[in-house]
Structures are given as structure tokens and as C-alpha cells.
């Protein structure tokens, strides 16, 4: 039998996406099933201290947890949500009708142009999104290069009809992490570092958060000051996003960052998985080639 080989969505194609994301938290047994059995992801690794999440073997999620731990307060910095991008809509009905057969709360639904999405949270507060996109040729650009994006109604039933009426198995191959919104102090500020020194491109703006992407993608990394306006570092013993990675697939990308911090002299430190670093809130951040 011939194995279909899985195109990489757009996001992925990109000079740099996010490759994945590291959280902390307070139940990691319980946290882990919920990532198992609800969000579809399959267990990779495992230690009583955390544990590698993923499709078909590719990680995505890796959470852990520790003795002094402590549930980070709704309006610290850190992450708004993690956002897993599957394949095509087929897909996302089938995730949606999952949820609604094991009778999950959902948080919001959204037609935002270029994708459509649908919110929920895990045990420990931690947000979700679960979307799809439209293709690239369906997007309206502007002229100055910024991408149409709205919040509008998604009909969650129609999408749920659509659903085919069999069992599902998981997340799809191709299932990826699309982008990471995070929650900031100041979107000045966040648009000093990713945009300034990262080199990331505003793709769009809404009232208190701006959308970063490379490569005529929606957004990569987003950030907002919704519920964290004034926010300052994170504390080390909270639990939430601990860092994430960002995966260069273009070297003229990556030197502009390297240069970006060099210039500004942010600390980094080198790693067996790229250059390792803090953005302004004491999120980690890890550029990976």
C-alpha cells in the first residue's frame, strides 16, 4: 500500500513558524489525559516529571511540572493559547463532533477570513484553539502587505453536519502547532522585540494586540494585553507557558534575529536546540535552525 504523503500547511512553509511549546503545570497526570483524550495528541515520552506530546511522532507539546509550582493568576504574561492547526475543515468537524459527543465546554467560535476557529481551555485555565485555514488565495492582502482578518460568527452547527460519521482516532498527520498567542504587559513593547529585533512582520492589528508572521502568513506569534495590561516578568514558579520554540528554515531570517539581539545585547545561551532567550515577560523563547 502506498503511504499518502501529507502536504505541510502554509504556516509551516514559512521562513520561520513555531515548532512547539513547553507548559507547565500544577496535574500533570490529569493535564496529560486531556491532551490525549480530548485534544487528540498522542503521549511520545514520558517521566514522572512530564511528558512529550505529538502526531504520528512529530512532538508539539511538551508539559511538565514541579514541587513548588503555583497556578499562575489570570492576568499574568504568558499564554493566551495554543493553537493547533489541522489539515483542512473535514478535519475540524471531526474534532468538533468528538468534542460534542464527549460533552466539552467550548469557550467561542470564529470565522476570522483567513481560518475558522474554535476555543476552549484545558484543566489548569491554559487556552486552546483548534483551527483550520483557508488557503493563501482566498486571503485579501493590504498594500502595505497586513492581511484582512476579522471575528465573525462560525456556524457551529453546520460545521458539526459536515462531520462524517465515524469513529475518530486522534489528531490527522499534519496536525501542527499554527501559532502561539500570548498574553503581554504592553504591545509597544511587544512589538519593539518581535517585530524590531526578531524581525517578525505585523499582519495585522486589533484594538490591544498585534499578529506577527514571516512570510505573508496570517500570524505565527501574537500578543495581547486583554486581561494582562501592565504585566510584568513572570514568575519561574508559575505554571503556564514556559517557552516555545521557533523553527528557521531561512538562514537570512535567523541571521536578522541573531543581529536583532546582538544589537540590543539580550543574554542568550546556546543549546543542543538552538539559541535560548527571554522575551521582555520572561516567556522562553528558543530559535531553532
Given at each position: 500500500m502506498t503511504k499518502t504523503v501529507q502536504t505541510p500547511s502554509f504556516a509551516l512553509t514559512r521562513p520561520a513558524h513555531?515548532?512547539?511549546?513547553?507548559l507547565v503545570v500544577t496535574d500533570l497526570a490529569g493535564t496529560g489525559a486531556f491532551y490525549r483524550d480530548i485534544i487528540g495528541l498522542s503521549l511520545l515520552e514520558e517521566t514522572p516529571s512530564g511528558m512529550v506530546l505529538g502526531v504520528e511522532g512529530v512532538p508539539l507539546l511538551t508539559l511538565s511540572t514541579g514541587t513548588s509550582i503555583a497556578r499562575a493568576p489570570r492576568t499574568a504574561a504568558g499564554l493566551f493559547h495554543t493553537a493547533f492547526?489541522?489539515?483542512?475543515?473535514?478535519e475540524l468537524a471531526a474534532w468538533l463532533a468528538h468534542a460534542v459527543h464527549r460533552g466539552i465546554r467550548l469557550e467561542g467560535a470564529s470565522d476570522h477570513l483567513v481560518s475558522e476557529a474554535i476555543y476552549l481551555s484545558d484543566?489548569?485555565?491554559?487556552?486552546i484553539e483548534i483551527y483550520r485555514d483557508r488557503s493563501p488565495l482566498e486571503w485579501n492582502y493590504q498594500p502595505d502587505g497586513m492581511v484582512a482578518m476579522a471575528t465573525e460568527r462560525l456556524d457551529l452547527q453546520a460545521l458539526y453536519d459536515?462531520?462524517?460519521k465515524e469513529s475518530w482516532g486522534g489528531m490527522a498527520p499534519g496536525t501542527a502547532i499554527g501559532h502561539i498567542h500570548l498574553q503581554v504587559g504592553n504591545v509597544a513593547d511587544a512589538d519593539a522585540f518581535y517585530r524590531d529585533v526578531l524581525g517578525l512582520k505585523i499582519m495585522a492589528r486589533y484594538p490591544g494586540a498585534s499578529f506577527f508572521a514571516t512570510g505573508g502568513y496570517h500570524h505565527?506569534?501574537?500578543a495581547n494585553i486583554w486581561?494582562?495590561?501592565g504585566a510584568g516578568v513572570r514568575q519561574k514558579s508559575?505554571?503556564?507557558?514556559?517557552?516555545y520554540t521557533l523553527k528557521f528554515t531561512d538562514a537570512a531570517a535567523l541571521e536578522t534575529a541573531l543581529q536583532g539581539l546582538e544589537k540590543l545585547e539580550i543574554p542568550t545561551s546556546r543549546t543542543a536546540a538552538g539559541i535560548t532567550l527571554y522575551d521582555p515577560w520572561g516567556i522562553?523563547?528558543?530559535l531553532a535552525a
Open positions: 513555531v515548532e512547539g511549546a513547553h492547526l489541522v489539515p483542512n475543515r473535514a484543566p489548569e485555565g491554559n487556552g459536515s462531520a462524517k505565527h506569534l501574537a486581561n494582562s495590561r508559575m505554571s503556564g507557558l514556559s517557552d522562553g523563547l528558543t
